[in-house]
């Protein structure tokens, strides 16, 4: 990061003290502000090349009176003319290890694509020097060229776990009768560990659908499972973990509606 040298009696100095008289209080941050522009754009003298009065004091915020934050710095000595051109005191003398960060930043692009160059690398990265000689180098990049380190590799990333992932239910492998089952179902509690019992049920040698859309109709109707307000129904995991599709139909119960029956996608 490019600095300034600052005097520590600066705040103390005869021509601080005069600059806040003229301007008041928070005038000596003008300075540093006109030395912070220089570093930036007019490294090199301090030189303001072109720069008005007007377009000085809007740079260093000045909000007063026109004119009068310009004619103060040249009467205190921190500003003077060179003829048309402003130019800040003494910027070369104690500023001036910016520019020679600025000249040693250039001479190890310089160094740095002549050995590029010798590599016989390919053509394109002549822009590249294009870009290093023609563009004003920053004072940061001149200290990190000095201490920089090769790149290093980044570790791969690690593949999602494929286990995890197929035991997902995704639209290509969920069963649509155990939806189908699931929505008819009166107690609706424990859908992942029904849809686990569904899947070791159809496993059963007597399972069919039709045989467990048509028990679950009828067992629905049936006193054990309307009286209570349907308080001794059995969880769908149990009546699927017990096989209660395979229970005796009650001699009484309806048969189930044929739109049921008619809905199942064996």
């Known amino acids: 990061m490019p600095w300034l040298n600052l005097d520590i009696n600066y705040f103390d100095h005869i021509k601080t003290l005069r600059l806040i008289g003229l301007l008041g209080p928070g005038a000596a941050q003008l300075p540093i502000r006109l030395w912070c522009y220089c570093a930036k754009y007019a490294r090199k003298g301090g030189r303001l090349k072109d720069h008005s009065q007007t377009e000085i004091e809007a740079i260093l915020g000045w909000e ?15 500003l003077e003319k060179d003829g048309d051109n402003f130019v800040a005191h ?8 910016l520019a020679a960060f600025e ?23 002549v822009y590249e020097k294009e870009a290093m000689l023609n563009n004003d180098t920053s004072i940061a990049q001149a200290h990190n060229e000095q201490c ?8 791969p990333l690690p593949l999602p776990n494929q286990t995890n992932l197929t035991n997902q239910p995704t639209r290509s492998n969920i069963d649509v009768n155990f939806e189908k089952f699931w929505d008819a179902y009166p107690k609706q509690v424990g859908k992942l560990k029904a849809r686990k019992s569904w899947s070791n049920a159809k496993k059963v040698k007597d399972f069919s659908t039709q045989a467990v859309f048509a028990a679950l109709e009828r067992q629905k109707k049936s006193s054990n499972w309307t009286k209570d307000n349907g308080q001794f129904v059995p969880h769908p995991t149990t009546w699927l973990n017990q096989g209660r599709w395979l229970d005796s139909p009650s001699v009484n119960a309806p048969p189930p ?4 029956v008619d809905k199942i996608e064996d």
């Not at 003494?90 to 290890?97: A, S, V």
């Not at 920089?148 to 570790?155: E, H, Q, V």
């Open 103 to 125: 000249h040693r930043a250039r001479r190890a692009a310089e160094k740095r694509w002549k050995n590029i160059k010798n590599l016989k690398v390919a053509p394109n990265l």
């Open 90 to 97: 003494d910027f070369k003398h104690m500023q001036g290890h």
């Open 257 to 260: 509606p044929n739109h049921i």
């Open 64 to 78: 007063g009176e026109p004119g009068k934050c310009a004619s103060a710095l040249l009467a205190t000595g921190f």
């Open 148 to 155: 920089s380190l090769p790149p290093l590799p980044l570790p």
